[in-house]
T-cell receptor
Framework: GEDVEQSLFLSVREGDSSVINCTYT??????LYWYKQEPGAGLQLLTY?????DMKQDQRLTVLLNKKDKHLSLRIADTQTGDSAIYFC????????????FGAGTRLFVKA | DSGVTQTPKHLITATGQRVTLRCSPR?????VYWYQQSLDQGLQFLIQ???????AKGNILERFSAQQFPDLHSELNLSSLELGDSALYFC?????????????FGEGSRLTVL
């Protein structure tokens, strides 16, 4: 089956690190993605990781991938109020045709 | 601005009616995807087209249909509307071919069924 699961809410204080977790099911996914949705807007690609990598760092963002457990995480260092948004984990599934499957999204609240 | 244009931005209609949502992909993108976002279901994949052909199907109801035209724009038709169809409908496009890749999303069409 194809399913991507994430916790729905996360609240952190400004300046702290945020960690958003995700589990996925399709072990054949070549890439795994993190998208960000700001209020009233569509989703935008934030970062991605190739499936043969364990970690990818991009400025304040760190993506960790545990293929054995099919677990993906996104760490945002020094979280700012502007980081408040919904973060979606996504995988590409080839069941019934290639398609990008999204988790339900984690709503990040950043308290000043 | 992602380059993906969706119209209308907002639509209010009654149960039993039919609506058409329109999407223009980024210039040069051959793949178009439709997603439905609702509070209780998250972001659900509906259907994907690549260069005019249907390539993948998700949880799309039989009352819904879509097509991609020769100029690559796409339309999502929703008929016999029910209250539960109220949602934000997103179109996304990709240049990565039918096997996926980075998706560029429009701002969505918010449908309210009364």
């Amino acid at each position: 089956g194809e399913d991507v699961e994430q916790s729905l809410f996360l609240s952190v204080r400004e300046g702290d690190s945020s960690v958003i977790n995700c589990t996925y099911t399709d072990s054949s996914s070549t890439y795994l993605y993190w998208y960000k949705q700001e209020p009233g807007a569509g989703l935008q690609l934030l970062t991605y990781i190739f499936s043969n990598m364990d970690m990818k760092q991009d400025q304040r963002l760190t993506v960790l991938l545990n293929k054995k457990d099919k677990h993906l995480s996104l760490r945002i260092a020094d979280t700012q109020t502007g980081d408040s948004a919904i973060y979606f984990c996504a995988e590409i599934s080839d069941t019934g045709g290639f398609k990008t499957i999204f988790g339900a999204g984690t709503r990040l609240f950043v308290k000043a | 601005d992602s380059g993906v244009t969706q119209t209308p931005k907002h639509l209010i209609t009654a149960t039993g009616q039919r609506v058409t949502l329109r999407c223009s992909p980024r210039s040069g993108d051959l793949s178009v995807y439709w997603y439905q976002q609702s509070l209780d279901q998250g972001l659900q994949f509906l259907i994907q087209y690549y260069n005019g052909e249907e390539r993948a199907k998700g949880n799309i109801l039989e009352r819904f249909s879509a097509q991609q035209f020769p100029d690559l724009h796409s339309e999502l038709n929703l008929s016999s509307l029910e209250l539960g169809d109220s949602a934000l409908y997103f179109c996304a496009s990709s240049s990565s071919g039918p096997r996926g890749g980075e998706l560029f999303f429009g701002e969505g069409s918010r449908l309210t069924v009364l």
